[in-house]
């Protein structure tokens, strides 16, 4: 009887010490790119000819009708331009 009593002491102050040790940790501040770690990184966007997702910091973009664009590749672009032409 004294042994279980004994576990459950022990048990009770690991458990209190742990939620005090992390009560005190510092909360996330910036990582090294300068940037939380819940932030997000870049926006997916979708190819309007190709249909396909990248991200749009990466993307090319051409204005349309006073609507920005973003393309996976100069090629979808140009494509794009062609197939508007046509019409």
């Known amino acids: 009887m004294r042994l279980l009593i004994f576990i459950a002491i022990i048990y009770i102050v690991y ?3 742990k939620s ?4 005190n940790l510092p909360a996330a501040g910036p990582s ?5 770690s819940a932030e ?5 966007v ?3 000819y190709c249909e396909v997702y990248f991200p749009k910091r990466k993307g090319i973009q051409l204005k349309v009708k006073g609507e920005d664009l973003f393309f ?4 979808c672009r ?3 331009i062609e197939s508007r032409s046509d019409q």
Do not use: Q
Request: one cysteine or more.
């Open 32 to 36: 090294d790119s300068g940037r939380t």
């Open 40 to 44: 997000i990184d870049d926006v997916m």
């Open 15 to 17: 458990k209190v010490l």
């Open 20 to 23: 005090w040790m992390l009560k």
């Open 72 to 75: 996976c590749s100069p090629e």
């Open 78 to 80: 140009n494509r794009f």
């Open 46 to 48: 979708k190819d309007p």
